[in-house]
């Protein structure tokens, strides 16, 4: 059999077998008059058909449907003239069907939500060291890129010619005992790229030095390092870039429904698989203003204080965003459909009937939904067995109840 011949037999089967469950559905709720057949003598029958295939309607009882099932009567009263709207189900099928009823309550549900995140550098916490003057690298300190420096370590020893030149002019205007001019040469020295430290032992010796050990101006992870022994460096030239580690960005998914729930510096939680039982705190810096449209979410940016450098770039975490619980009206999870193009409840009303009714919906926790629109405090929902009643009701062609007509 081909591949094509599979697929249709695949296809045939399902659509057969949704018929069957159908008809099973239609046949346990069309039965839940009185089994008495007397009692249904006085009963007006509109016409006779198959639950299997509803649209087809016959005068002759004894007809049999165009699947070879025996027709069932269409009552008046089950049309709903006279017993208003909705599926009609009696209590012995709807232990049969195993539906379930449970009232619309006005409850807590938190906002807050758990989302997934990826830990990266903080790019706000990036120093880059350079050259100031041109020269030659003399000597390195073994340093590769990946390695963790702290702030003061050593990054490579460089040979000025035009700082030793600065040195000498420097200490010559200081023997003329002319404060102003002594001032000034300080002052190249300084736009050369020397610390106070190097020119205060210039001063202090007497004696020039065109070496001058480069330095990390912050700790943190050696991103690149371009200084190598024997190179030629011009002014300002980078020798390095320093990340800082002192603080991490944590970038969370969050679905684009949610994404109002969220606002800059909003407090954060953060749980790692490399720290069990542990909770990192921090809060929203940014809402970057790029959807994902592959999976259509947001990135939230949360900065985390990274004590003793734990946090490490690529570790993946489980971010919890929201605020208090807030008092909402709650359905059961389980009893809300969504169809596609709108999102509905079946209803249950008097006299053993069910509707369904269209709502909207709000947030979702602890198997709760909740209800914006559609529903009142104390309407009762099926929140088991709702699909076969919503299949009944369309199959009989009974209205969905908009959302502003709810009690």
Do not use: C
Request: avoid cysteine; glycine fraction near 14%.
């Amino acid at each position: 059999m081909t591949t094509d011949a599979m697929r249709t037999a695949r296809w045939r089967a399902g659509v057969l077998a949704a018929a069957l469950v159908a008809g099973i559905g239609g046949y346990w709720i069309g039965a839940s008059g009185d089994d008495d057949t007397a009692s249904n003598d006085d009963r007006k029958v509109l016409y006779y058909y198959d639950p299997m295939v509803p649209r087809e309607h016959y005068t002759d009882p004894d007809t049999l449907s165009s699947m070879g099932m025996k027709t069932i009567p269409k009552y008046a009263d089950d049309a709903g003239s006279g017993a208003g709207p909705g599926v009609s189900v009696n209590p012995a099928a709807m232990q049969n069907l195993g539906i379930r009823v449970v009232a619309a309550e006005i409850g807590t549900l938190s906002s807050g939500f758990s989302v997934t995140g990826t830990v990266e550098f903080n790019q706000r916490d990036v120093a880059i060291v350079q050259a100031r003057s041109g020269g030659f690298v003399n000597r390195v300190y073994g340093r590769a890129p990946g390695d963790v420096v702290g702030a003061g370590a050593p990054i490579a020893d460089v040979q000025s010619p035009e700082w030793g030149g600065a040195q000498t002019e420097f200490l010559a205007v200081k023997k003329l005992g002319r404060p102003a001019l002594t001032a000034a040469a300080r002052q190249r020295l300084r736009l050369l790229g020397m610390s106070d430290g190097v020119i205060g032992q210039v001063e202090r010796s007497g004696r020039t030095s065109g070496t001058v050990t480069i330095s990390a101006p912050i700790g943190g992870v050696i991103q690149t390092l371009d200084a190598r022994r024997g190179v030629t460096l011009s002014q300002g030239q980078t020798l390095a870039e320093i990340n800082g580690i002192g603080t991490v960005w944590l970038n969370a998914a969050v679905p684009e429904a949610q994404a109002g729930l969220v606002q800059v510096g909003q407090r954060a939680t953060a749980t790692l698989g490399a720290f069990p039982g542990k909770n990192f705190g921090g809060r929203v810096i940014a809402i970057l203003p790029t959807a994902q449209a592959d999976s259509r979410t947001l990135t939230v940016r949360i900065e985390l204080v990274n004590r003793g450098g734990r946090l490490r770039p690529g570790m993946f975490a489980q971010v919890t965003l929201g605020g208090d619980a807030m008092s909402a009206l709650l359905v059961p999870s389980e009893a809300v459909i969504r169809t596609g193009s709108r999102t509905i409840v079946m209803v249950a009303l008097k006299g053993g009937r069910y509707q369904p009714a269209e709502v909207r919906t709000g947030r979702e926790g602890s198997g709760q939904t909740e209800i914006l629109a559609g529903l009142a405090p104390g309407e009762k929902v099926v929140a088991s067995g709702q699909f076969l009643l919503d299949s009944e009701a369309s199959l009989t062609g009974i209205a969905v109840r908009p959302l502003d007509s709810s009690k």
